[in-house]
């Protein structure tokens, strides 16, 4: 069984400035990494994922994710945020003998990413 | 978008009656999945299928049903709805390939009075 830890449920930061979103996770084997987000009154969409390979992985609006096995995570970062950042980011993991995901994802409780101007 | 149409998109309805949520999708993806989602839990696997008649349960199935008489087609059923499941359900799809991720409807918002 896999579990996913997102340590803050809230992360205030101010428009033009960094922020990383924090994740992780426990498995007993071997998983896929994702980041999703979901905007007000929304599906979640994908944002970036690691499946194997470089540890930096580069998503979509300017977001990366750095996977680090030793420390179990799997941290969002975006060097320069804007309004339009403003969501709930969620980590999943899957496991890799599933396939990928085919048995469904574990995902975190959240994390509600606020813009401030 | 990714070819996923979850109906309805609200519904209020009373304890103990019947609701049945539906998820259509056009991508004739092998793997469907329902999730809710509740504030402080994220979202949580309901049920998934993994082929026309084939499903399983998920990490929180008590009280639900599922069906899947087509691969377009994944039903999800509360026979006795309560208000414990009022929440933001989510259908998902996928090919179950680990470079195809899953892809999300936009949620049913069901509240049970």
């Known amino acids: 069984a896999q579990s996913v830890t997102q340590l803050d449920s809230q992360v205030p930061v101010f428009e033009e400035a960094p922020v990383e979103l924090r994740c992780n996770y426990s498995?007993?084997?071997?998983?896929?990494l994702f980041w999703y987000v979901q905007y007000p009154n929304q599906g979640l969409q994908l944002l970036l994922k690691?499946?194997?390979?470089?540890?930096l992985v580069k998503g979509i609006n300017g977001f990366e994710a750095e996977f680090n096995k030793s420390q179990t995570s799997f941290h969002l970062r975006k060097p320069s945020v804007h309004i339009s950042d403003t969501a709930e980011y969620f980590c999943?993991?899957?496991?890799?003998?599933?396939?990928?995901?085919?048995?469904?994802?574990?995902f975190g409780k959240g994390t509600h990413l606020i813009i401030q101007p | 978008d990714a070819g996923i149409t979850q109906s309805p998109r609200h519904k209020v309805t009373e304890t103990g009656t019947p609701v049945t949520l539906r998820c259509h999708q056009t991508?004739?993806?092998?793997?469907m999945y329902w999730y809710r989602q509740d504030p402080g839990h994220g979202l949580r696997l309901i049920h998934y299928?993994?082929?026309?008649?084939?499903?399983d349960k998920g990490e929180v199935s008590d009280g639900y049903s599922v069906s899947r008489s087509k691969t377009e087609d994944f039903l999800l059923t509360l026979e006795s709805a309560t208000s414990s499941q009022t929440s933001v359900y989510f259908c998902?799809?996928?090919?179950?390939?680990?470079?195809?991720?899953?892809?999300f409807g936009d949620g049913t918002r069901l509240s049970i009075l």
């Open positions: 991508e004739n993806h092998r793997y």
């Open positions: 999943a993991v899957s496991d890799r003998s599933s396939g990928g995901g085919a048995d469904g994802l574990t």
């Open positions: 998902a799809i996928s090919d179950g390939l680990p470079n195809q991720p899953q892809h």
């Open positions: 690691y499946l194997s390979g470089s540890t």
């Open positions: 299928s993994y082929g026309v008649k084939d499903t």
């Open positions: 498995s007993s084997v071997s998983v896929y």
